[in-house]
T-cell receptor, first 114, second 113 residues
């Protein structure tokens, strides 16, 4: 049973460019959440998708947007990249139902903005 | 807002030593509490959780007790192994688990043989 898979694993972009990161949830999971983990910090919540809609959003600017497809996979898009967007981006999947459905994390996409 | 504070790392221990990683939290109401572990080059894995006061979560020899009086959820292990070397994150959500996880900054543990 495949867990959460993310692509690409590493990415280097230039300031001002746009980037798309992809995530396939664990089989059977219907909810995808995205987190940003800066170097030496804990993950910070970006947003959560369920039934192809953004359900919750953290304190991130509109440059960060996402999408969920009918097969539950998801994309994270970041426009107008800044140096400060350099981080590990983690995707996590779960069932929508809460504490008895813990998050399963992928290995992340390491984004470097130069 | 809700927050989690963990002891600063890195923590370096010899194999078979006792481990404690301190975690305290600030939250409205009674949150659910979690410990996640991140091995090198991997994503986070749930290590253990507790959803109400005085609950003890345990897994792989690790334990943590939800202490409402001291708003703490310290992680302990009686005898660490080299394979326990990783970064450990304390986190919380609301009691139902329906709010996003709020993480501490993480504590890096290195265990030497």
């Amino acid at each position: 049973d495949a867990g959460v898979t993310q692509s690409p694993t590493h990415l280097i972009k230039t300031r001002g460019q746009q980037v798309t990161l992809r995530c396939s949830p664990k089989s059977g999971h219907d909810t995808v959440s995205w987190y940003q983990q800066a170097l030496g910090q804990g993950p910070q919540f970006i947003f959560q998708y369920y039934e192809e809609e953004e359900r919750q959003r953290g304190n991130f600017p509109d440059r960060f947007s996402g999408h969920q497809f009918p097969n539950y996979s998801s994309e994270l898009n970041v426009n107008a990249l800044l140096l400060g967007d350099s981080a590990l981006y983690l995707c996590a999947s779960s069932f929508i139902t809460g504490v008895d459905s813990p998050l399963h994390f992928g290995n992340g996409t390491r984004l470097t903005v130069t | 807002g809700d927050s989690v504070t963990q002891m600063e790392g890195p923590v370096t221990l010899s194999e078979e030593a006792f481990l404690t990683i301190n975690c305290t939290y600030t939250a409205t109401g009674y949150p659910s509490l979690f410990w996640y572990v991140q091995y090198p080059g991997e994503g986070l894995q749930l290590l253990l959780k507790a959803t109400k006061a005085d609950d003890k979560g345990s897994n792989k020899g690790f334990e943590a007790t939800y202490r409402k009086e001291t708003t703490s959820f310290h992680l302990e292990k009686g005898s660490v192994q080299v394979s326990d070397s990783a970064v450990y994150f304390c986190a919380l959500s609301d009691q139902s688990g329906n709010t996003p996880l709020v993480f501490g900054k993480g504590t890096r543990l290195s265990v030497i043989a």
